[in-house]
């Protein structure tokens, strides 16, 4: 069984993605073998400049093709190794030649597993502002709960002008945990979704704020390996 990743969405997830895998994978086979990998990895500012120009269609047409590469290459199944991207996660799966495996669903998944049902949401403005985390949650009654208009461009302007590429500062960390605090306290959410793979990597081991925080990258991974080993 050989997994596909669209990856470079951006470089330094992608990179944790590979690591968490063979990770999670050694764990649950102890025979000392590693995963079938296969990573295209692609270029997040052509990406993120389509997102930014509303040319939704032009990125689907161009991640689809990427997940064609994938198929191509022989994978048995794929994944957009980030969560902007799943804006038009539907649009391609429904054209891709391989199953695909959603962030947002397994995401999902796992609140209803940890019973939380208030949630708050960081990851680009794309992401926050998106329908796609909504539509899913919503099914499954569970609130999401945004930073405000203020909150959002600080944390949207810190993802893209730093963690993407791969700049992690301690007063950026501080700033995130403050609006998160503030989220606790004033909208009294019970777990944080960092929507964006580079926040776990700027937010690692946070463990004394009292609420949950979901790690997209964890939590896809552990739905890629579940496959893996099936």
Avoid at 106 to 122: P, S, V, Y
Avoid at 193 to 206: A, C, Q, S, W
């Amino acid at each position: 069984m050989t997994v596909g990743i669209v990856g470079g969405i951006g470089p330094e997830s992608t990179i944790d993605y590979y690591r968490q895998i063979i990770a999670a994978y050694r764990k649950q086979k102890a025979d000392g073998s590693y995963p079938s990998i296969v990573i295209n990895s692609i270029d997040a500012q052509k990406m993120l400049g389509m997102i930014a120009a509303n040319e939704l269609a032009g990125l689907a047409e161009s991640l689809v093709g990427e997940v064609q590469k994938l198929a191509k290459a022989g994978v048995d199944f794929g994944v957009l190794a980030a969560n902007t991207p799943h804006m038009v996660f539907e649009e391609i799966r429904e054209r891709s030649p391989i199953p695909l495996i959603s962030i947002v669903e397994a995401t999902c998944a796992e609140a209803n597993a940890q019973g939380l049902k208030r949630l708050g949401l960081f990851g680009t403005r794309f992401t926050m502002q998106g329908r796609f985390y909504p539509d899913v949650f919503s099914k499954e009654g569970i609130a999401l709960v945004l930073p405000s208009e203020e909150e959002q461009t600080c944390i949207h302007e810190k993802y893209l002008g730093e963690l993407v590429n791969g700049v992690f500062l301690p007063e950026t960390r501080a700033r995130l945990l403050v609006i998160a605090d503030r989220l606790r306290d004033h909208e009294a959410i019970q777990g944080l979704i960092l929507g964006g793979t580079e926040l776990p990597l700027i937010l690692k081991d946070v463990k004394d704020r009292g609420i949950s925080f979901l790690d997209t990258t964890q939590i896809h991974v552990a739905a890629i390996v579940d496959r893996l080993v099936a």
